[in-house]
């Protein structure tokens, strides 16, 4: 899988309101022992991560995860930045995601930074 594809699943699990669909784009893109950490939140697992992305969706409803700029690849790990945000509307967070892949291209760790967020 690309540096590229990866990122789409990972933007399309945050945006997927199914959690069984979410479930199966988790399993295809994270290890089973996975862990999600950023300022607001620690997860480990897929079926914790699927909780927090849903819990996420009813925390700030309407909006989506968008991917800005390029995917910096070095090594065993990605980093990207993302916008949280409605349709044509100004982004209302911000962040920039590292991420550990593993041999086979997997998420291990992703590790969260907010360069702008709501109180929450």
Same mark, same amino acid.
């Given at each position: 899988?690309?540096?590229?594809?990866?990122?789409?699943?990972?933007?399309?699990?945050?945006?997927?309101?199914?959690?069984? /669909? $979410?479930?199966?784009?988790?399993?295809?893109?994270?290890?089973?022992?996975?862990?999600?950490?950023?300022?607001?939140?620690?997860?480990?697992?897929?079926?914790?991560?699927?909780?927090?992305?849903?819990?996420?969706?009813?925390?700030?409803?309407?909006?989506?995860?968008? $991917?800005?700029?390029?995917?910096?690849?070095?090594?065993?790990?990605? /980093?990207?930045?993302?916008?949280?945000?409605?349709?044509?509307?100004?982004?209302?967070?911000?962040?920039?995601? *590292?991420?550990?892949?593993?041999?086979?291209?997997? *998420?291990? /760790?992703? *590790?969260?930074?907010?360069?702008?967020?709501?109180?929450?």
């Amino acid at each position: 899988m690309t540096s590229t594809t990866l990122a789409e699943q990972y933007f399309a699990m945050w945006n997927e309101a199914d959690a069984d /669909r $979410r479930a199966e784009l988790i399993a295809g893109t994270w290890t089973e022992d996975a862990t999600f950490v950023d300022p607001s939140f620690e997860t480990n697992g897929h079926d914790e991560l699927n909780k927090l992305v849903g819990a996420a969706q009813q925390m700030f409803p309407g909006l989506s995860f968008v $991917r800005i700029g390029d995917i910096d690849e070095h090594h065993t790990y990605l /980093r990207w930045t993302w916008h949280l945000k409605a349709e044509g509307q100004d982004p209302v967070a911000g962040g920039t995601d *590292i991420v550990l892949l593993t041999e086979d291209g997997r *998420i291990q /760790r992703l *590790i969260g930074f907010h360069d702008f967020a709501p109180a929450h």
